[in-house]
């Protein structure tokens, strides 16, 4: 069946999304919000989003990969946010495992070897 | 021999007392285990550029569990082993606050699997951070069996059975141990280990615990901490190579406690009553001082009576690694170099050493410093602090009461104790009494 992406916005839409999906393999990359012109506020992700998206094709059959953006920069900066708060996310982006307390944040996931690893590991 | 072109590190070898001829391992260094020995030094080489790889693979217990890359203290020792100690702590700090003025209606109760899934995430998180590591310091990491097959090769088996040979000029061993079991008929089939429970998927009841090593005692305390019916089955002495001053203070607060205590018995058979998560196990055990018999019934029989290196089914002799044949430990010089001189080991393996991870991690760390930097320091093994996370926690360094009367002779020796009655039990109205320290002096030091 190989393996879908779904796109979100803010905390109550990626929860919804990924309770969906449960029982399949679920990755999950967090970025800034992006604006008219399709650029984030995090330079960071920019960065990283097309290392993963390259990478995408070692994910194993039937997983769903979420694409989250996050909100602003200033709800981000906020340390009671939902994502910090209940997913205990640290930096954007971050790109994790869900369910597992498998994550790459902020440079890791500008290696596309850590990225793999991640995809691939049992 | 696989091919592994690239990047080969290069060795010269003289041959005959001609020019030296190039000769090309896989590797720089080859560390079998990656547990706290090995990955310490695996990540230490990797800061001199040197090609590393780590083989690490946990054979299952005989009930199947297994675990990741960090070895036994971070998946089924230490780590797991403080957090539920802390968790029995945290249920006797909840009675004692109510004197410090907490007021709380409910009834509190433990909830095991919430308890064992907060800790095996916590592992987990440790086992990907591991990986990240060393993917990060270019260490080569693979989940395989590794075992020598002559000079300067090992084997790896992953668990698929795919087999892969690597050479390297130098290797380190650090495979660690594993429990022993009892020998009697259903040991292997229906009695846990440490190895099985620190993620037992189910609480596990009325439990009895067969030893009396600091692993077992510690697994006692904090299981009957959680409120569960412990029972502890000893063969001779407590904590043996401990204090045993200390170690009957330890088992007597125990006992005190509601831990039972069966002494000088040892199991003969474990027989299943009824199966489930816990089942119901009926255990028969036989007295070391006479003829009688009992027999119990538990839900759970963990055994821990003492743990093995894991030196016997790695090829040791196919490369010529002398090793006590008795204890399965290998013994090293203090540059822990074993009798073959490529082949270096640390760890829980080492005979007449320490097994803590901090003292593996020193020993790796300067072994590598010195093969690679040019360092000269060595591992002082000697005075080495230690904690035993018993319910009456017990810090020690340096030598026990019989060590140093059996080393400095008895007329030489001065001992200075005293009970104290730390400052947060007086609030509670706990144990007045059982609290103690003391210090073991020569005479001759002044």
């Known amino acids: 069946m190989g393996w879908e992406e779904k796109q979100v916005r803010g905390y109550p839409e990626f929860v919804q999304t990924a309770q969906r999906y449960h029982g399949r393999p679920i990755f999950a990359l967090f970025c800034g919000d992006k604006d008219a012109a399709g650029r984030s506020w995090c330079p960071d992700c920019v960065t990283a989003e097309p290392v993963v998206r390259k990478e995408l094709h070692n994910m194993p059959d039937e997983s769903v990969f979420i694409y989250c953006l996050v909100g602003d920069r200033t709800y981000w900066k906020d340390p009671n946010n939902e994502f910090r708060k209940n997913l205990k996310l640290t930096g954007v ?30 | 021999v696989q091919a592994h072109k690239e990047d080969k590190p290069q060795k010269l070898l003289e041959m005959n007392g001609h020019t030296s001829v190039p000769y090309s391992y896989n590797y720089d260094l080859i560390v079998i285990g990656g547990g706290s020995g090995g990955l310490a030094a695996a990540k230490e080489a990797a800061k001199y550029e040197k090609k590393v790889m780590v083989l690490d693979f946990v054979v299952p217990t005989p009930l199947g569990n297994s675990w990741g890359l960090g070895g036994t203290c971070v998946n089924v020792g230490c780590i797991p082993k403080k957090l539920m100690h802390q968790a029995a702590l945290l249920g006797q700090a909840l009675e004692d606050s109510r004197k410090y003025g907490w007021q709380f209606t409910e009834e509190v109760k433990h909830n095991w699997m919430t308890m064992t899934e907060s800790v095996q995430n916590y592992i987990g998180s440790l086992n990907w951070g591991y990986r990240v590591s060393l993917r990060e310091k270019n260490v080569t ?37 594993r429990p022993r079991y009892l020998g009697i008929p259903g040991d292997k089939e229906y009695c846990i280990s440490s190895d099985d429970l620190f993620s037992l998927p ?176 060595k591992c002082d093994y000697v ?58 002096c020569n005479i001759q030091d002044n």
């Open chain 1, 93 to 122: 982006p971050t790109l994790l495992k869900y369910g597992t307390p498998q994550k790459l944040v902020e440079e890791e996931c500008f290696k596309a070897e850590l990225v793999r690893m991640l995809f691939t590991e049992d």
């Open chain 2, 202 to 377: 189910y609480c596990p009841g009325k439990t009895l615990v067969v030893g009396a090593s600091y692993v077992a005692l510690e697994c006692a305390g904090f299981l009957a901490g959680l409120g569960l019916d412990v029972t502890v089955m000893v063969r001779s002495i407590l904590l043996r190579g401990f204090d045993q001053d200390i170690a009957n203070k330890i088992g007597e607060y125990m006992e005190e406690h509601g831990i039972k205590f069966i002494r000088e018995f040892v199991p003969i058979k474990v027989e299943q009553i009824e199966e489930g998560t816990p089942g119901r196990l009926k255990v028969t055990a036989k007295s070391t001082t006479g003829n009688q018999i009992i027999e119990g019934e538990y839900n759970t029989v963990l055994v821990a009576i003492g743990r093995d290196a894991c030196t016997r089914k790695i090829g040791l002799d196919k490369v010529g690694v002398k090793i006590n044949e008795k204890t399965g430990k290998i013994p090293v010089n203090d540059e822990e170099q074993t009798n073959v001189p490529y082949i270096y080991a640390v760890g829980d393996i080492l005979q007449d050493k320490l097994e803590l991870t901090p003292v593996a991690i020193q020993a790796a760390r300067l072994l590598v410093q010195r093969l690679y930097g040019g360092a000269t320091s």
């Open chain 2, 141 to 177: 990491y693979e989940n395989a069996y590794g075992e020598f097959v002559g000079p300067h090769t090992v084997k790896a088996t992953n668990k698929r059975g795919v087999e892969k040979l690597y050479t390297a000029e130098r290797f380190l061993i650090a495979t660690g141990e």
């Open chain 2, 383 to 440: 005075n080495v602090p230690t904690t035993v996370f018993t319910p009456l926690e017990y810090g020690a360094c340096g030598y026990s009461e019989e060590a140093a009367v059996q080393k400095f002779g008895e007329e030489n020796i001065e001992v200075y104790h005293s009970h104290f009655w730390p400052l947060e039990w007086t609030v509670p109205s706990r144990d007045n009494n059982k609290c103690y320290a003391k210090i073991i």
